[in-house]
C-alpha cells in the first residue's frame, strides 16, 4: 500500500497512469460502438452460443477474446490492434529474409522509423483487406453457420464501402492511441490494449464462476469449498510457473579483453558481465501461430464429405482438432504440442542469429571462456539456444493445453479456465511485469520503495 501511495507523490507518474487510463477508456468504447448497417444482437447471442460450445479455444472465440467483445458486438474496433500486430510480425520475419530490410534495421534510429512506416503502410493493406472480408462475412452468414439469419440490414457494395471505412479508421486509431500510451504513457501501449481486451471478460467470468458455488433451484451447488480452494492454489501455481518461464535465462559468461598495449596483448583485467538467453524467447508467437492453425485445419477437415470412406479418418482427425478445446483427445493435445514445438524452434531460427553475435563479440573483443571466437562461438551460442528453447517449449505447451484439460475434466467454464494457461495467461503475466518494471524505475529514480522490499524488480534480463 505504501509503494501505491508513493506512486501518486510523483506528479510525471501520476499524468503518465492517468493519461493511460484515458485512453484506454477510448479504446474500449472503439470495442462496444457498432459497425453501422449490422444487427448486432443476432452476432452476439451467436457468438455467445459459440463460446459455450467450443470454448474460448474455437477460432471465433479466440478473435473475440483478443478483441475485448469487440467480434460479438459487430463493433468498429472488431479488428483491434491485430493488423498492426500481425504486420509487425510480417515485417520482422521479412527482416531476417530481404537483405535490403536487415540493412534498414541496422542504420540505427532512421532504419527504426523506415521500418515504422513501412508496419503502417502494410497494417493499411491489411486493414482495409480483413475489413472487406468481415463485411462479406457479415452478408453470407452461413459461411460462420448461421443459418437464416439476418445480420445486414442493406447489404451490397455501399455496406462493404462503409465497413472498409468505419474498421480500417478504428484500427488506425486504435494504433495510434498505442503509439501515444508508449510515449506519453506506461508501459507498451500495443500490449497493455491487448491485456486491457482480455482482462474485459474477467469480471463476466467470475460471475460466472460464482454461480457455480450456489444452489440452483433445490440442486446442490456444483462446486463446493474444495473446488475453490484447487482453484487458488492452481492459480498461484500457475502465475508462478509462467512468471518463471517469462523470466527465465541462461545467462552465458562474457570477458572483454583489454586491448593490447605496447605490442602485449594482456587478457586479464578485462570486464566480466553475461549473455541472457531467454527460455521463452519466442514470447507468445508459438501459441498464437500454433492455435489458429489448428482450427483452421480441424475446421477444414471435419467438412470432408462421409461418402469419401477412403478418406473417413481425415473426417475423424478434423473432428478431433475441431473438438479438442471442449473436448482434448490425445490427438488434438500430440498435434498442438509438436505444432507449439515447431514454430519455437521456427521462431528462433528466424530471429536469433547466432553467426552474427559471434562476430560483434569478436569484433568488440568480447570472448565465450572456454570457446575460441568466430565459428567455434556461433556454434556453442546456437547448441546453447536450442536446449534452451526446447525447456521453454515444454513449459508452452503445459501451459497451452492446461485451459482445455480444466475445461474438459475439471468442468471449469470456458471463461475462467481461459485464464488458466494459454495466450491470455501470457500475456498478462508479460505485459504486467513489463509495466511494473517502467514504474519502478521511476520510483527508484526518485528514492521511493518499489513494489519488492530491495526496491527493485528483476528484468528479464538478469
Not at 501518486?8 to 477508456?25: S, V, Y
Not at 463493433?75 to 530490410?101: D, E, H, R
Not at 489458429?292 to 478418406?311: C, H, K, Q, T, Y
Not at 482438432?321 to 483427445?329: E, F, N
Request: charged residues 15%; proline residues 4%; contains cysteine.
Amino acid at each position: 500500500m505504501s509503494t501505491l501511495s508513493n506512486i501518486w507523490k510523483i506528479k510525471e507518474l501520476r499524468n503518465r497512469i492517468l493519461f493511460t487510463l484515458g485512453l484506454i477508456f477510448f479504446c474500449r468504447l472503439i470495442a462496444i460502438v457498432p459497425t453501422p448497417g449490422v444487427n448486432a444482437a443476432v452476432m452476439t447471442e451467436y457468438v455467445r452460443n459459440l463460446q459455450e460450445s467450443q470454448g474460448a479455444g474455437g477460432l471465433m472465440g479466440m478473435v473475440d477474446l483478443f478483441t475485448g467483445g469487440a467480434l460479438a458486438n459487430c463493433a468498429v474496433g472488431t479488428l483491434s490492434i491485430w493488423p498492426y500486430i500481425n504486420a509487425s510480425i510480417i515485417i520482422q520475419l521479412m527482416t531476417a529474409i530481404i537483405p535490403s530490410l536487415e540493412k534498414m534495421s541496422r542504420e540505427g534510429d532512421v532504419g527504426r522509423q523506415k521500418l515504422t512506416q513501412t508496419t503502417r503502410y502494410l497494417t493499411l493493406v491489411l486493414c482495409a483487406g480483413q475489413s472487406f472480408g468481415i463485411a462479406k462475412m457479415l452478408e453470407n452468414p452461413s459461411f460462420i453457420g448461421l443459418n437464416n439469419a439476418n445480420l445486414v440490414y442493406t447489404p451490397g457494395f455501399g455496406f462493404e464501402l462503409l465497413t472498409v471505412i468505419a474498421m480500417t479508421s478504428a484500427t488506425m486509431l486504435v494504433m495510434w492511441l498505442a503509439e501515444q500510451i508508449t510515449d506519453r504513457g506506461v508501459g507498451n501501449g500495443m500490449s497493455i490494449i491487448i491485456m486491457v481486451n482480455i482482462c474485459a471478460r474477467l469480471p463476466q467470468a467470475i460471475v460466472q464462476t460464482a454461480q457455480k458455488f450456489i444452489p440452483q433451484a433445490g440442486q446442490p451447488a456444483e462446486f463446493t469449498i474444495f473446488t475453490l480452494a484447487f482453484l487458488l492454489f492452481l492459480a498461484f501455481a500457475v502465475f508462478a510457473g509462467t512468471i518463471l518461464l517469462v523470466d527465465g535465462v541462461r545467462k552465458i559468461p562474457i570477458h572483454t579483453a583489454r586491448g593490447a598495449v605496447g605490442g602485449r596483448n594482456p587478457a586479464a583485467g578485462g570486464r566480466a558481465t553475461y549473455m541472457p538467453l531467454r527460455v521463452n524467447y519466442g514470447g507468445v508467437m508459438p501459441i498464437i501461430f500454433a492455435g489458429p492453425i489448428l482450427g483452421v485445419l480441424g475446421w477444414l477437415f471435419s467438412r470432408i464429405n462421409e461418402e469419401i470412406a477412403w478418406l473417413g479418418w481425415l473426417r475423424r482427425f478434423g473432428l478431433a482438432l475441431k473438438d479438442g478445446y471442449t473436448d482434448p483427445s490425445l490427438t488434438y493435445i500430440i498435434v498442438y504440442a509438436l505444432l507449439i514445438l515447431f514454430f519455437s524452434f521456427f521462431w528462433i531460427a528466424t530471429q536469433f542469429n547466432a553467426v552474427r553475435i559471434a562476430d560483434d563479440l569478436k569484433s568488440s573483443n568480447a570472448y565465450i571462456p572456454g570457446i575460441r571466437p568466430g565459428m567455434p562461438t556461433a556454434e556453442f551460442l546456437d547448441l546453447s539456444m536450442t536446449r534452451v528453447t526446447f525447456i521453454g517449449a515444454i513449459g508452452l505447451i503445459v501451459i497451452a493445453i492446461l485451459p482445455s484439460l480444466l475445461s474438459a475434466e475439471g468442468k471449469i467454464p470456458v471463461s475462467i479456465s481461459s485464464f488458466f494457461g494459454g495466450t491470455s495467461l501470457l500475456i498478462i503475466v508479460g505485459v504486467a511485469l513489463d509495466t511494473m518494471r517502467q514504474i519502478e524505475s521511476y520510483l527508484v529514480m526518485r528514492s521511493y520503495d518499489g513494489f519488492l522490499s530491495h526496491g527493485r524488480i528483476r528484468g528479464r534480463n538478469g
